[in-house]
């Protein structure tokens, strides 16, 4: 490890090496990009974000945390108890806002040496209780199988004691084993949304300066498909350039999309969705502005393939599942929330995304192709 803290290595075998990250005595506060979390600075000096998941078993029951809570009935159950669906959700946003061409940051995810160095390759199969049998001359599955290796990544990590040490910390049990974490880019030279516009004494002039940049709008159909009823001011960032103007947008925290009612992409709900953005820079747009529906045809050239294998976890998720199962964490059945997880966010993705017969066909009847739109 030498000085490191966290060595992510691009395969199994640890052959090439992925990233590298030091620990630093830094922190961000609950105001911070991303709220409350660790820094940790990378080879080349980029500064990253360690942001942890740890109550995602419940241990009395020895199972995962509800995945499914009533917004309605219980709103603050939604961050306490779906710590699993919040991980993932981060990471596959980052996957599709990057495929996108978006500004929202990179995500990683990490975990417990332990978790990592658990082996999946097993010479035995599953009870067949645990896993579903199409025909009943299967003997059931490997765990190799049963997680289609396939369709994830499959790197993995070296942590140091240091590193361990932070995710035991927040474990609340003292046991870095059961804390997930995201390793998120830190997007230098910003601040909150919020507080940019709480420096402006005239927030129409603060709203004058938000409607010139071009990547609030690109990313307004990304955060209306994503359906994440929680788009408020601090999950978005104002970067500044050099000359300490306002240059871009980003998008953070996609955390709790897919949580509300289905939004289908329908003209009416691309510039009036619920992300707060929208406050800010629908008086300047509608559904025929180049900028908007750039990102709609992006949304719309995804093929079914890809959403899938950006909803497929990296192998470090099937290692948490079974070695908890291992430790008696959690019973053998749990493992199967893991891939209903998946295909509620694969079938959410596909099923809510732009219908040709309906927005794309709209608009390209309309305005055609945008001038850098890549087919």
Known sequence: MDDWDLVIFKTPNKKAVRNRFRLTEKTMTAAGQHGKATVLEDENGKEW?????????????KEIQDLEVDLKESPEDSRDRMHLWRTFNELTASRLGRRLHLN???????????IADHPLKQTSTLPLGDVIVLDEDEEGETAEEYYQYSERETYTLETSAKFEQILASKSGRGDPSVVLAILLEKIPNTINLDEFLDSY???DEAFHTVQQIDDGY???????????????????????DEAKQAEKIWGIDYEMWA??????????????????????????????DPRVNQTVYRIRSLSDEELSAMTQTPQLACKFFEHHINTKNLDPEERIKLKQLETNLEDF???????????????????????DFES
């Open 49 to 61: 974000l360690l942001k942890t998941f740890a109550n995602i078993i419940d241990f009395e029951l």
């Open 104 to 114: 929202v940051p990179e995500a990683i995810i990490v975990c417990s040496q332990q």
């Open 201 to 203: 004494k005239d927030l």
């Open 218 to 240: 690109t990313l307004l159909p990304f955060d209306v498909w994503l359906n994440d009823p929680d788009r408020n001011a601090g999950n978005y960032l104002v970067q500044f």
């Open 259 to 288: 949580l509300g009612s289905d939004i289908w992409m329908e003209e009416d709900e691309i510039t009036k969705g619920r992300s707060y953005l929208t406050a800010i820079i629908h008086p300047k747009s509608d559904i025929f």
């Open 349 to 371: 993705l596909i099923e809510s995304r732009p219908r040709s017969d309906k927005l794309s066909d709209i608009l390209v009847r309309q305005i055609g192709f945008p001038d």
